[in-house]
């Protein structure tokens, strides 16, 4: 069986239709989720379709400094938190043998 793509296609129409949000707005948050997912055709389709709504370079390079920015400490917060449970498990598996005062 061929896989079926309608359930995300309308999903995705129904989410593009919404007023609460501008067509502007929605090509920035569109883009910033492309980029951060790393798929680089998605993102050059939504850099064109952002350019023919009137998105400037200067405006998509903004967008790109944020997002990017976003992300790197999204990445330093993840590493922090591994390397802190890294240092509990070795505290929890030393128990006594490694305190600098065994009882």
């Not at 609460?20 to 910033?32: C, D, P, Q, T, V």
């Not at 952002?50 to 990445?75: M, Q, Y």
């Not at 070795?90 to 043998?97: K, R, T």
Request: aromatic residues 2%; charged residues 20%; proline residues 2%.
């Amino acid at each position: 069986m061929p896989y079926d793509d309608t359930l995300i296609v309308d999903h995705i129409k129904q989410t593009h239709s919404t007023g609460l949000l501008s067509e502007r707005e929605k090509h920035l948050i569109g883009l910033a989720v492309t980029m951060t997912r790393g798929c680089q055709v998605c993102t050059r389709n939504r850099v064109e379709k952002a350019r023919s709504n009137g998105l400037t370079d200067d405006e998509l390079n903004a967008l790109i400094a944020v997002a990017s920015a976003v992300n790197s400490g999204v990445t330093a917060a993840t590493a922090r938190v591994a390397f802190g449970m890294i240092e509990e498990e070795a505290a929890a598996e030393c128990g006594d043998v490694c305190s600098t005062n065994p009882q």
